[in-house]
Structure formats: structure tokens, C-alpha cells
């Protein structure tokens, strides 16, 4: 499958799914559905309802050849509330009363949930439907899942988060979970063209999410885009500000990046300048390069004694896990300690930063998705910013027919706000382009 950009992929896929699901005893045509999150909240509660059965039809028919999903079987909200009738998918690392969470891994093959995550538990109470569970990556980590892109099948979705990030990207839930301790939201994000959100750490609650990094691990959103997601955080009750002009920032120099995200970003850069965004040059590649290795080492010190009990027992069934329990199981606590030292003076520096360019800009990803599914990508753009506890946001660049490639924007710890609202501003500049 060539890549194509994403409103044919979908009209395709919703020609497919109208061709085997649509028809009805009496032949009329089958209720329309909303795709975006923009469009269900908006919607009439009487919409919203009639919508729930195509939006099963819609995955039924397009799920087989992205596989999105571990297992779709709508739980009945616990409430009633702004997001009353609205589906939502969560990653297979969150744990969800009688569904299936089995951390991506054939060790935990069958395994079903006892209880609801704590953010589980708060949007069924608000009036959400939990679908089902969505694909990821063996304990969150590197083994891929078999979800594929929906952008171009050939190519992964990226991971950890893979099946949320597909099944937003094709159309099939408005939005969904995921959880970050590397790049798991925003990099899958960038990938498949979507907008990926990690809040401020520790500002969404963790329990009942299975661990990886403590001092890392973050729960994320995935919607079709920044509008969206302001919208979707909105109906959270969170706090969305107001719309600000200050100036923003760049890395100069660049980081390593390939090519095609080196130039696309430049460009848009150059297109935001000429729109009237201020953006000033800023000096961070090498601290961005010292926080990659600072939070590989709490990711694999953290990340292997949280999996030693359970290497003792599975050994090599842990597949990508196992090497890292061996490697960080001979990190020893010195070099540990060093690297949350570095990043906490590293938190103090950008908060520094932040007060003169309150967003700084920097790619989502180093390129498009990798061709095939045996790696999900790497996670050194946004290895950094998980490590600082910044909130981040990514929306899709113009890039025509070509794979996505995302602009991630970071503000300061607590500036989630401020993130989402320029992601909002930046997108509407964008598509201007």
C-alpha cells in the first residue's frame, strides 16, 4: 500500500465499511457517525447514542488489516456527563474490569482486568464508552504489537501506544489512551498524523497503570488535533487559558534528525516566521543529547528492578525486556543518582528558557515511521521532555502525500494550558500553508 493522505485513506476505508455494513432490512442507508472529538461533543446526546453501533461496524470492517484493537467489547459508562456516549479506547497497560490487560505480552495471554484505572474510572463516570483495549508493545517497552500504520500499512504505527494512536488516526474512536516513559504517545502521534498529548507529570493519575519507569511514566491522549484535544481536556475539567502571542523557541542548532523531518521542520518554521510568529534561536542540542542518555538510564535502572521478580520467573519470555532487566540490573546506584541529578539541574535550565520563549519547538520524531513493524522508532526527541516532566503536544505538519511527520511543542511543568492553546494556534497557522 503506497502512502496516501489520510482524508482517502479514510474515505476508503469508510467506502469498505459502508459496503458491509450499511445496509439495513429496509434498505435504508445507516446512520452517519462523527469521527473527531470536535464533532461528538457536539453532537446531541440522541446522535451520539445512534452512533455507537456504526462506530462498532466501522471497526469491524477496517480493524482486520490495522489491528488496532486486542479486544472490542463496550463497557457501559458509570455516569453521566460531558462526555456521556462518547467512545474511547485504552491502552492494553491500563487496567479495565473485565476486559482483557494482558501488558502486550503472551505471558499474560487471556488475562482479564479486576478493576478500573483511576482515569478509566473518571471518564466512564463521565458518561464515555469504553470500547475496548488498544494494542501496545510488550510491558510498554520495545517488542512490537501487530498493529500497523494507517497511514501506509507497510510501515509501523510506532509504539508503545500503538493501537491508540492507529485507531484515532483511522478513524475509528475520537480519541483513546496512552501512557509515555520514552516517546510513546508523541512519537506514534507523529507517525500516524495525529495529535498526541502528555500532560504535565503526575497531573493525570497512574493508578491502576502498569509500571514501567516511576519517575517517568505518564499517561497520555491521543485526538485527531490540537482543537480536539483542548476540547477533550476542557471536558476533563481541566483549565484551558486563554489564547496568548509571546515568542516561541528553536534548537539551533538542529538536532539530529533525518532528512525529511530536517527539512519539513525548517520549512515550517520559516512559514510560522512569515505567518507572524516570533521564534528565536535557541542552544539546547546538547543538553537535549545528555537528557537522551539521563533517562535511558532511570528508564533501565527503574524499568529492571520494577521486572526483576518477573525476569526470575519468565527469563527470555520477556523478550525485549529481558535485555533490559540484564543491562540495568548492572547500572549501579551512583550512575543512577547522577542522572536524576542532571535532570533536575537540566529542569532548572529550561525553566529558565521557558520564562523568555514560553513554547519551545522541536520535531515529534527524527523522520517518517520506519518501513516494517519489527522496530516501533526512536524516541530521542521526546526522551528529553518525559525526563523533565514538561508537558508536550504534536500536530502534524504539512507534508502532502507523504508519511506524517509531527511538530512537538513543550512548555514548562504546570503550562499545560499554555501548550495546548499554541498547538491550537500553530495548527490553524498551518493548515494555512
Known amino acids: 500500500m503506497s502512502a496516501i493522505d489520510r482524508r482517502s485513506f479514510l474515505a476508503a476505508i469508510v467506502a469498505a465499511a459502508a459496503r458491509a455494513n450499511s445496509a439495513t432490512a429496509d ?13 461528538w461533543i457536539g453532537a446531541s446526546r440522541k446522535a451520539r447514542a445512534d452512533a455507537l453501533q456504526p462506530c462498532l461496524d466501522f471497526i469491524r470492517a477496517s480493524d482486520p488489516s490495522i489491528r488496532a484493537w ?23 497497560i491500563i487496567e479495565t474490569k473485565g476486559l482483557a490487560t494482558e501488558y502486550g505480552s503472551p505471558i499474560y495471554k487471556g488475562r482479564i482486568g479486576t478493576a478500573d484505572a483511576a482515569i478509566v474510572r ?73 495529535t498526541g498529548f502528555k500532560p504535565t507529570y503526575g497531573l493525570l493519575p497512574m493508578e491502576g497503570v502498569f509500571p514501567f519507569a516511576k519517575s517517568l511514566d505518564t499517561l497520555g491522549l491521543f485526538t485527531h488535533s490540537a482543537a480536539d484535544m483542548i476540547a477533550l481536556w476542557e ?23 533525518e532528512p525529511a523531518m530536517a527539512s519539513t521542520f525548517e520549512k515550517t518554521v520559516t512559514h510560522l516566521r512569515r505567518a507572524g510568529v516570533a521564534i528565536r534561536p535557541i542552544d539546547i542540542a546538547p543538553m537535549l543529547a545528555r537528557l537522551v542518555d539521563a533517562s535511558r538510564i532511570v528508564m533501565f535502572y527503574e524499568g529492571a528492578r520494577f521486572h526483576e521478580q518477573r525476569f526470575k520467573q519468565y527469563g527470555d519470555r520477556l523478550e525485549d525486556m529481558a535485555n533490559l532487566v540484564r543491562e540495568g540490573l548492572r547500572i549501579p546506584p551512583a550512575r543512577y543518582g547522577e542522572s536524576m541529578a542532571y535532570i533536575g539541574e537540566c529542569r532548572s535550565t529550561v525553566a529558565e528558557l521557558y520564562k523568555a520563549t514560553p513554547i519551545i519547538l522541536v520535531p515529534a520524531a527524527p523522520g517518517p515511521a520506519p518501513l516494517g513493524l519489527a522496530s516501533t522508532g526512536d524516541s530521542r526527541m521526546n526522551a528529553p521532555w518525559t525526563a523533565l516532566g514538561t508537558p508536550a503536544i504534536t500536530v502534524p505538519m504539512p507534508v502532502g502525500s507523504a508519511l506524517p511527520l509531527g511538530l512537538q511543542l513543550t512548555a514548562d511543568r504546570g503550562q499545560d494550558a499554555s501548550v495546548l492553546r499554541a498547538a491550537v494556534r500553530l495548527e490553524t497557522l498551518l493548515r494555512q500553508q
Open 122 to 194: 473518571n471518564l466512564r463516570g463521565r458518561g464515555a464508552v469504553l470500547l475496548g483495549k488498544t494494542h501496545t508493545t510488550a510491558f510498554a517497552y520495545r517488542t512490537p504489537a501487530p498493529t500497523r500504520n494507517p497511514r501506509d500499512l507497510t510501515h509501523t504505527p510506532g509504539g508503545s501506544s500503538s493501537g491508540s494512536a492507529a485507531a484515532v488516526a483511522a478513524g475509528m474512536v475520537p480519541f483513546a489512551l496512552g501512557t509515555q516513559t520514552g516517546g510513546s504517545v508523541l512519537r506514534p502521534a507523529s507517525f500516524c498524523g495525529v
Open 235 to 257: 471536558s476533563l475539567d481541566y483549565p484551558t487559558g486563554r489564547s496568548e502571542e509571546f515568542p516561541l523557541a528553536v534548537p539551533e542548532p538542529m538536532p539530529d534528525v
Open 27 to 39: 434498505g435504508q442507508a445507516a446512520t452517519s457517525r462523527p469521527e473527531t472529538f470536535t464533532q
Open 70 to 92: 486486542v479486544q472490542v467489547q463496550p463497557e457501559r459508562p458509570t455516569g453521566n456527563g460531558k462526555l456521556s456516549d462518547i467512545p474511547f479506547g485504552a491502552k492494553d
